[in-house]
C-alpha cells in the first residue's frame, strides 16, 4: 500500500476528535486504583447500535487472555462495547486470567443488558499480575453511567502507561451514499514492533459495512501502517487493533469504489496514529519517517523500510544528529530488498547523501542541523519498479534505557 503523506482529494478531510467522533459512539474512564500514579485507568467504548467489527492481533505466542478473548470473537456483527485497562497486562496469568477477561467482558455487558461476547477486552501494563477485580468490577457501572461524547479524550488519556500525551484523530470522507466520519485512538510508546506495537489501537466507523469487508480492509490497512511501525524491535504480548462500525450515519460501504475511499480514509486515520506513537516513543528527541519508492515489488519496499526502521545505528546515529548514510545503506543491504545498483537513491530530510552505489557530497554542519528537528524523513528510491512503503520510528536515546530499566520497579 503506497504512503498517502497528504490528503490531496476533496473527498476526505480531517476533523477534529477521536473514537467518539464517529456518530453513535460515546466513551468514558474512572480511576479504578490499577495504577499506582493513581490516574485514571480504565475506559469503555461504548455504541447503542450493534457494530461489525473486526481486529488484528499479536503475532507473540506468549498472549494475554485479552488477546484470546477478542480473536475468537472476530470478525463478528453484534458488538457493542470494548473496555480497556492500563497498568495491568494480564498476560500469563492462566487460568485467572481468562475468567478475569470473561467476568470483565460479562459485568460490562451486563450494563446494557447484553452477552459476555458483544464486549471487546483489551489491557495493557506489567506482565504477570493478577488483575484487581475487586477495583475493576465495582467500577464498570461507573464508567458505563459516564459514557458521553466528549469522553473520548478522556478514554485515551485512561490507556496511556509511558506514553506522554494522548493520542486521537478523525476525519470524514464521503461516498456515493453521504458523508461517514472515522475516528480512532491508540496508546504505545515503548515495547513497538507489530507483526499483525505495547500498543493498543482502537477505531470506529458510523459507516454501515459488513464484518465479512470490514475485515480484510482492517487487515490491509495494518499491514501498511502499524506492521511498519517500529520504535524498539520489541512486539508486546497485548498488541491489538480493534474497528467496530455501526452504522449510525445512514451511509452503507459496499460499492467498490466506495470500498476503495472507505479503506484510504482509515489508512489516513491509521498512519496518523502511527505518526503520533513514533513522536512519543519513550526518550525519543524526533519522528523518523522512512519512505520507500521504485520496489519491483510491495514486500521488497516494505523490508528495506524496515530493515532501515529497525537500525539501532541508524537510530543512535539521528539521536546524536550525525548524518551518517552508511549505517542507511547497510540497512538496505542486508534487508532482502532487491535494488539496482545504478539507480538506488538515498536522501536524508530532503538532501541527496547516495547514490548508484556512491556518496554525494554534501555539507555535513547543514546536514546534521537538519536533522536536529523534531522529525525526520529518509527517502529511499531503489531503482527497480513501482511499489513504495513507508516505515515509522523514531530515535534511540539515553533515556529509552532508563525508563524501561526503572519500568516495573
Known amino acids: 500500500m503506497p504512503a498517502k503523506k497528504t490528503i490531496k482529494n476533496n473527498y476526505l478531510k480531517s476533523i477534529p476528535g477521536g473514537v467518539t467522533a464517529s456518530l453513535g459512539f460515546t466513551a468514558s474512564s474512572v480511576k479504578a486504583g490499577i495504577k499506582s500514579s493513581g490516574a485514571a485507568d480504565a475506559g469503555l467504548i461504548y455504541s447503542n447500535t450493534p457494530c461489525s467489527a473486526a481486529g488484528t492481533f499479536t503475532t507473540n505466542a506468549v498472549r494475554a487472555s485479552s488477546v484470546d478473548w477478542c480473536e475468537k470473537i472476530l470478525p463478528a456483527a453484534g458488538i457493542h462495547a470494548v473496555f480497556c485497562n492500563a497498568g495491568n497486562a494480564n498476560a500469563c496469568t492462566g487460568k485467572q ?80 451514499k453521504g458523508v461517514c466520519h472515522i475516528g480512532g485512538c491508540t496508546k504505545g510508546s515503548g515495547m513497538i514492533h507489530p507483526k499483525m506495537a505495547t500498543m493498543l489501537c482502537f477505531i470506529t466507523s458510523d459507516a454501515s459495512i459488513a464484518p465479512e469487508l470490514l475485515n480484510p480492509i482492517v487487515k490491509h490497512v495494518v499491514d501498511g501502517t502499524f506492521n511498519n511501525l517500529t520504535i524498539d524491535g520489541d512486539t508486546s504480548t497485548n498488541d491489538m487493533v480493534l474497528a467496530l462500525a455501526n452504522g449510525a450515519s445512514g451511509v452503507t460501504v459496499s460499492s467498490k469504489n466506495d470500498l476503495a475511499r472507505f479503506e484510504e480514509a482509515f489508512f489516513f486515520i491509521a498512519s496518523a496514529l502511527c ?58 543491504g542486508y534487508s532482502g530488498a ?72
Not at 108 to 128: C, D, E, N
Not at 293 to 316: F, R
Open 275 to 332: 505518526k503520533k506513537i513514533a513522536e512519543d516513543g519513550e526518550g525519543a528527541t524526533k519522528r523518523v519517517e522512512i519512505n520507500v519508492t521504485g520496489a519491483s515489488t510491495y514486500a521488497d519496499a516494505k523490508l528495506a523500510a524496515k530493515a532501515v526502521a529497525n537500525s539501532n545505528l541508524v537510530k543512535t546515529a539521528l539521536f546524536g544528529n550525525d548524518p551518517n548514510w552508511g549505517r542507511i545503506v547497510c540497512a538496505i
Open 97 to 176: 486470567g481468562e475468567k478475569d477477561t470473561a467476568a470483565i467482558a460479562a459485568a460490562v455487558a451486563s450494563t446494557y443488558k447484553g452477552k459476555p461476547g458483544s464486549t471487546l477486552v483489551a489491557a495493557t501494563g506489567v506482565i504477570g499480575h493478577f488483575m484487581p477485580m475487586d477495583k475493576i468490577i465495582p467500577k464498570i457501572k461507573e464508567l458505563s453511567g459516564a459514557l458521553s461524547v466528549k469522553g473520548g479524550s478522556k478514554f485515551a488519556e485512561a490507556i496511556m502507561t509511558t506514553d506522554t500525551k494522548k493520542k486521537e484523530c478523525a476525519c470524514e470522507v464521503v461516498l456515493s
Open 338 to 409: 532487491r535494488f539496482s545498483n545504478e539507480k538506488i537513491f538515498v536522501g536524508l530530510c530532503g538532501a541527496p547523501v547516495f547514490k548508484a552505489m556512491r556518496p554525494v557530497a554534501f555539507e555535513a554542519k547543514a546536514l546534521s542541523k537538519k536533522i536536529s528537528g523534531k522529525s525526520v524523513e529518509i527517502d529511499i528510491d531503489l531503482g527497480l519498479g513501482s511499489h513504495s512503503a513507508t516505515a515509522h520510528t523514531c530515535d534511540f536515546s539515553y533515556d529509552y534505557v532508563k525508563i524501561n530499566a526503572e519500568y516495573h520497579t
